[in-house]
């Protein structure tokens, strides 16, 4: 089925509308479409692909500048104005880790962690947790219990495993939530099995971006751990036989480190007029090949191609290469929303994520995205590549999402392979080489990028859904009075989310026929307040631990007064939050209806 059908397919909607156009009849955005897709080739995005894959790409290494100079050059060659902002941050790169069982010579090959605390050797009695899975509260995806009480207790007060002092170990990935869990839980260590039989480097700090005042108390001290699945099994063999010691070793390079980020500015013929935001990780583990030097590639080629044909744009174009991705934190995109947090909220309208993209056999298509942006992006891929079978939805807490508090709707597009074709098994390995990414493939995906550009820079009212956002929104609240089970009245946030709702059916219906910067800025204003309750726990300047809650975080300890005793004190604790986020929800709504009732009245 790939990659040929969308190939022709997506040579078949430029011709459409070429000749479309030649009628006379096409929209700006088709007709600068059209010219930005035949201005991305394969051998445009292999040359830049090539030039940044040879390195290996820690943030701020010599690899990582290295490739940054080749991007910078080839847009300046092609004549896009870009600035290199050089700023500090607080990364963490992985050194060196050893697990052995003291006194037997028996060892196993290990890894550490960005941000794991560190030992020259740490002896301790090992406890055996199982899986991730089995320890609620502690699943990957799912810090809730920790994020909303700083309490990781999973058993009950009674039953909870005694790990003072010991090593513990657990299937499943290393990951924020459980190293502070187990913390917390007092063990001194942590080993974390691979489910598979590999090591993928990640980064376990609660932290999001660089650390503040406020949040520095969370970097990890606690030693993490990584083995191989059959290192696991090897161990719980070994503790059939009575009770284990182990001895760990891990060592991290932690501490100020600058690092540069390269943006591309792409004006519309109008400079003052707001713009769509691209982003994606130029740092990477190894030399990153499809995570993302692929995509990095094609950033450059849809910069260079959206600079080429900028007469058509009604908006201008920002294209960043975030570095501090992997071993900070999304520490790059993060300074940019802290340092331009004023021009992003006067002038940006959305933000495109791009990760990962461009690998061999990928087959599935997917979106992350806000609900104001979901429509655009399944036209998107239908029309791109000729697919209507389009997965996901909501976009989880685990990428480069710096921009929740400034209040942009987001769209990703993902292209993945199946399961059963082995998956995506060289992601944060030492195999993501450059063999890796598939330029027929890269092409179609960057092509997506492109259709959703288009859409977004030259249409003249902007392809916001307002009305599906409200909707969803809508889906939320009854989601959490629901989860509830009765001990939290939402009834007057659905009433004002009605109420939304009225007001933004009637701005969609008079938006055709207006445009310009302030009916754009307009439509920002109306959505803004609602993401900052959507995606953020709690407030929009500073960055939430990034433990995934679920949308209206800030609502997720509803469960709390589901389950417990109303007469205790966790309940009282629960209840009392709960109702300073329902205040934040209800002037949420309230702001955005007042910003849609303006705009309405304006617009009559
Ligand atoms: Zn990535």
């Known amino acids: 089925m790939r990659p040929t059908s969308p190939l022709r397919l997506s040579s078949l909607t430029a011709l459409v509308a070429l000749t479309a156009c030649a009628q006379g009849s096409a929209s700006t955005a088709d007709e600068l479409l059209a010219a930005v897709e035949a201005d991305i080739t394969t051998e445009g995005l292999d040359r830049f692909a090539s030039a940044i894959v040879r390195y290996e790409r820690p943030s701020g290494s010599p690899g990582e500048n ?49 941000y794991s605390g560190e030992t020259d050797g740490l002896v301790a009695r090992l406890v055996d947790l199982g899986t991730l899975r089995d320890l609620p509260g502690l ?64 980064i376990v ?52 480190k600058p690092l540069r980020l390269v943006v591309a500015r792409i004006e ?104 104001a942006l979901r429509g655009l ?50 992601w944060h390995t030492p195999d993501d080489t450059y063999d890796k990414i598939d330029f027929e493939i890269l092409k179609t995906d960057a092509r997506l990028y492109a259709g959703a550009l288009a859409r977004l820079l030259a249409d003249p009212v902007l392809p916001l859904d307002l009305v599906a956002e409200v909707e969803a929104l809508g889906v939320l609240i009854e989601r959490r009075a629901e989860g ?3 001990h939290l009245d939402l009834d007057e946030a659905s009433a004002r989310q009605a109420r939304l709702l009225v007001a933004v059916r009637e701005v969609q219906d008079a938006l055709p026929g207006h445009e310009g910067a302030d009916i754009d800025r307009a439509l920002l204003r109306i959505l803004r307040p609602l993401y900052r309750v959507t995606y953020d726990p709690v407030d929009p300047y500073h960055p939430d631990p990034g433990f995934a809650n679920g949308l209206l975080p800030g609502l997720a300890p509803v469960s709390i007064l589901a389950e417990e005793d109303p007469g205790s004190a966790r309940y009282l604790f629960a209840e009392t939050t709960l109702v300073r986020e329902r205040n934040r929800l209800l002037e949420a709504l309230d702001l955005a209806t007042d910003e849609a009732m303006r705009l309405s009245d304006r617009l009559r």
């Open 66 to 114: 290295a490739a940054i100079d080749s991007i910078v050059a080839g847009l300046r060659e092609a004549g896009v104005p870009v600035e290199v902002h050089t700023f500090d941050t607080y990364a963490s790169d992985p050194v060196s880790a050893t697990v052995e069982i003291p006194g037997t010579g028996i060892s196993f090959e290990a890894i550490t962690m960005a």
């Open 139 to 202: 699943e990957v995806g799912t810090g809730q219990r920790l994020a909303l009480e700083g309490d990781p207790r999973w058993y009950g007060d009674d039953a909870a495993p005694d790990l003072q002092g010991a090593i513990a170990m657990v299937e499943g990935q290393p990951r924020n939530v459980p190293t502070a869990a187990l913390a917390l839980m007092g063990a001194s260590g942590i080993i974390f099995v691979n489910p598979e039989e590999r090591l993928n480097d990640l």
């Open 205 to 256: 700090t609660s932290t999001w971006g660089t650390p503040s005042l406020q949040t520095y108390q969370r970097l990890p001290t606690i030693p993490t751990v990584q083995v191989a699945k059959s290192a696991g099994d090897a161990l719980r063999e070994r503790m059939t036989r009575g009770p284990t010691r182990v001895r760990i070793t891990a060592d991290v390079n932690t501490g100020r």
């Open 268 to 371: 519309a013929p109008d400079p003052d007029a707001p713009y769509v935001l691209l982003g994606g990780h130029i740092d990477g583990w190894y030399h990153g090949g499809t995570d993302e030097g692929a995509s990095n590639a094609a950033m450059v080629e849809l910069a260079k191609a959206f600079h080429r044909n900028r007469a058509l744009l009604r908006r201008g174009l920002v294209v960043a290469w975030w570095p501090g991705h992997s071993n900070a934190r999304y520490a790059g995109s993060t300074w940019f929303a802290d340092h331009f947090f004023e021009e992003l909220r006067d002038r940006a309208v959305a933000y495109l994520n791009i990760d990962g993209v461009g690998q061999i056999d990928a087959k599935r298509f997917s979106l992350s995205s806000t609900a």
């Open 377 to 426: 992006g399944r036209e998107v891929v239908r029309a791109q590549a000729g697919e209507d079978d389009i997965r996901g939805g909501t976009p989880g807490r685990n990428s480069d999402q710096a921009f929740n508090g400034v209040g942009l709707p987001l769209l990703q597009f993902n292209h993945s392979r199946l399961g059963e074709d082995g998956g995506y098994w060289w």
């Open 484 to 486: 509830s089970r009765g």
